[in-house]
C-alpha cells in the first residue's frame, strides 16, 4: 500500500458516542468538502457533506444509487445481494422515474391516512404490553422493530406471523460488514422464493393491498416492467419501510431522552409533535452509511469537476449539520421551521414513504407521550451502543423506566 493510500480514511468514520456525529464532519465541510475515502470493500470513493452540494447531486435525475456500471465502486464487503446491488433487474432512465410515479401512488395521503388507526392501535399494544412487562424495558425490541414490520407487511399484504423472517432478510440486505456472502445468498433465496409464492397467492386471490396493486401492473411500460422488477420493488419496500423507520424510533426516543428537558417540554406541549419528529430526522448524526451516487459524466459540484465513472457517497447526516443551512446547526431545536432537512432524499429518488415514516413516528411518540409521560433513559445516554456494520444507522438497544 502506498503511503497515498494510507492517508485516505476508512469510511464510515467512527463516531465519539451512539447519538453524536463523527469529529471528521465539521472538518471536511469546512476545509474538503468533496473528499476521498476508502470503502468497505477496499475501493476508493467521494465523500460529500455539505448540505449545498449533497442536495445538488441528489436532485440530479441523470445519477441513481443503482452501482451498476464496471467501474463503479463496491460498497460493501461482501461481492454482491447488498441493497445497491440492483441485479439486473432495475428499471432505468425515464421508465424508471414512470415507475416511481405508479409506485407513488401506493403512498396516496388518503392510503397512508387510512394506516394511521392501524399504526396507532399497534403503537398502543406495544406499549401496553411493554408497560405488563415492567421496567426496565428495551424499546429497541418492544416498540422499534415490531410496529414497523407491521405497517410494512400490512401494506404488502403479509401476515403478521411472517413478521420475523422479514425483519432478517432486510438486516441481510442491508449489510456492509455483518453477515457473510453466504448468509446473504441465503437469505436473498429464502426472500425471493417467499414472495414469489406470496405473489402467486395475491394473483389467485386478490386484496387490498400493494403486491395485489404492483400485480396489476405487470407488463406496464412496454412490458418493462416484469415480475422480477415487482419482486425487487417489494424487497426495496421491505428494506427502506422496515429498517430505517425501526431504527428511527429507538434513536429519536433516545435523542429526546438524552437531555430531558426535551422531553419534557413535549409532554407539556404535544402540538410540537410533528416539528420535533422533524428535527430529529435532521439532527440524527447515526442515520448510516449514506447515500451512493455513480457518476455517469462530469458534473460540477461547488468548485470541484466530478469525474465520469466516480462513486461519490452523499452523508445525508453531515449535511443536515451543515451551518450553512441551518442556524445553530450542532443544536436540537424541537420547534424548528421551517427544516428542509434531507434525511429522505431530494428530488426525483427522494424517498417514496416518507409520508408513511413520519406518520409512524409522529404517532409512535404520541403515544408514549400520553402512556409514558415519566419515561427517562435507564442507562447514561453516553453508554448507548450503535449497531455496527449495517448500512443504516441504530442502536443496540434502548434501556427504558418510567
Known amino acids: 500500500m502506498s503511503s497515498t493510500d494510507q492517508q485516505v480514511p476508512h469510511y464510515p468514520f467512527p463516531a465519539p458516542g451512539a447519538l453524536e456525529p463523527p469529529a471528521e464532519w465539521a472538518g471536511l465541510r469546512q476545509g474538503c468538502p468533496v473528499a476521498p475515502i476508502r470503502l468497505a470493500s477496499g475501493d476508493e ?5 455539505r448540505y449545498a452540494d449533497v442536495k445538488q447531486l441528489m436532485s440530479d435525475p441523470r445519477f441513481t444509487h443503482h452501482l451498476v456500471a464496471e467501474d463503479a465502486a ?3 464487503a461482501n461481492e454482491s445481494g447488498g441493497v445497491f446491488a440492483s441485479g439486473g433487474t432495475s428499471v ?3 421508465a424508471h422515474r414512470e415507475w416511481r410515479k405508479l409506485i407513488g401512488k401506493a403512498f396516496t395521503a388518503k392510503r397512508v391516512s387510512a394506516m394511521r388507526p392501524g399504526i396507532e392501535a399497534t403503537a398502543v399494544r406495544l406499549v401496553a404490553e411493554m408497560i405488563e412487562r415492567g421496567a426496565p424495558a428495551d424499546l429497541v425490541p418492544a416498540l422499534g422493530f415490531p410496529l414497523p414490520v407491521w405497517v410494512i407487511c400490512d401494506l404488502l399484504g403479509v401476515p403478521d406471523s411472517d413478521r420475523d423472517r422479514f425483519a432478517y432478510w432486510s438486516d441481510t ?15 436473498q433465496a ?3 422464493a417467499y414472495m414469489s409464492a406470496h405473489v402467486a397467492a395475491k394473483r389467485a386471490e386478490p386484496g387490498d393491498d400493494l403486491i395485489s396493486e404492483l400485480i396489476s401492473l405487470v407488463g406496464a411500460l412496454d412490458g418493462r416492467v416484469t415480475e422480477e422488477v415487482m419482486t425487487m ?10 429498517e430505517t423507520t425501526a431504527n428511527m424510533i429507538g434513536k429519536m426516543v433516545a435523542m429526546l431522552l438524552a437531555d430531558r428537558s426535551r422531553w419534557e417540554r413535549l409532554v407539556a406541549d404535544r402540538s410540537l409533535i410533528r416539528t420535533a419528529v422533524e428535527e430529529c430526522l435532521r439532527h440524527d448524526a447515526n442515520f448510516g452509511f449514506g447515500i451512493p451516487r455513480y457518476i455517469g459524466q462530469d458534473v460540477e459540484i461547488g468548485d470541484t469537476t466530478l469525474t465520469r465513472g466516480s462513486t461519490v457517497i452523499c452523508s445525508l447526516s453531515a449535511a443536515n449539520r451543515d ?3 441551518f442556524e445553530d446547526a450542532a443544536e436540537m431545536d424541537l420547534s424548528r421551521s421551517p427544516n428542509p432537512h434531507l434525511i429522505f432524499g431530494a428530488g426525483p429518488y427522494a424517498c417514496l414513504g416518507q409520508s408513511l415514516a413520519r406518520t409512524e413516528l409522529q404517532t409512535v411518540l404520541n403515544v408514549l407521550l400520553e402512556r409514558l409521560p415519566t419515561l427517562e433513559l435507564a442507562v447514561p445516554a453516553g453508554s448507548l451502543r450503535r449497531r455496527e456494520g449495517l448500512i443504516v444507522g441504530g442502536l443496540e438497544e434502548v434501556p427504558v423506566r418510567w
Open 45 to 49: 470513493a467521494l465523500l460529500l457533506t
Open 74 to 76: 463496491s460498497i460493501t
Open 92 to 94: 432505468g432512465g425515464e
Open 173 to 187: 440486505m442491508l449489510s456492509l460488514t455483518r453477515y457473510t456472502q453466504e448468509e446473504i445468498d441465503a437469505a
Open 190 to 192: 429464502e426472500f425471493a
Open 233 to 242: 420493488t417489494a424487497k426495496g419496500l421491505l428494506v427502506a419501510g422496515h
Open 323 to 325: 451551518e450553512r443551512a
